[in-house]
């Protein structure tokens, strides 16, 4: 504690206002992490895994997180590893693009599995982004003068 005590004066609807400026920027500077979800069976058929691989590859470039589901049903239950082994092969086939953050557990009829993207491709993603959602331009017919500042016809002034 300092000697003699030190005491600042100050204006408390200045520091509420300040201290909501600076929330608001943290706000605005943080950024949203977007899990999305993917249903699978073990039983899948290989058109149909290319394509749900497709959209998790879509994804882990987009820069989100994806939640691997596999829905066991029935007698299924009884063979999880048929899910673990196709959820494995999933992470072999998208390594290069993300990791697995949460290794493949079983929870009840589900098994999950949560993938999210290498820190590179999240960049280039948010990179990407940033870059799609130009500034607009002043098109030229919002550059012409205005109808107050425009002058008619020589003797004509609009009276």
């Known amino acids: 504690m300092a000697r003699p005590p030190v005491c600042k004066l100050m204006d408390f ?8 400026l600076k929330a608001r920027e943290a706000r605005r500077n943080q950024q949203q992490t ?3 979800e993917m249903k699978l069976r073990p ?24 939640k691997v589901t596999i829905m066991f049903r029935g007698r299924e239950q009884s063979r999880p590893e048929l899910g673990y082994r196709l959820l494995r092969r999933l992470e072999s086939e998208i390594s290069e693009l993300g990791y697995v953050e949460a290794a493949p557990k079983q929870d009840g009829r589900n098994m999950i599995m949560v993938l999210a993207p290498h ?4 960049a280039a993603a948010v990179a990407a982004n940033t870059k799609a959602t130009p500034t607009r331009e002043p098109r030229p017919e ?8 425009t002058v008619g016809p020589a003797g004509n002034s609009g009276e």
């Open 13 to 20: 609807g200045k520091f509420k206002y300040e201290s909501a």
């Open 34 to 36: 977007v899990i999305k």
């Open 43 to 66: 039983k899948i058929d290989p058109h149909d895994y290319e394509t749900k691989k497709g959209h998790v590859v879509r994804f882990l470039k987009a820069g989100d997180k994806v």
């Open 119 to 122: 820190r590179a491709t999240k």
């Open 142 to 149: 919002d550059v012409e003068a205005s109808p107050a500042t």
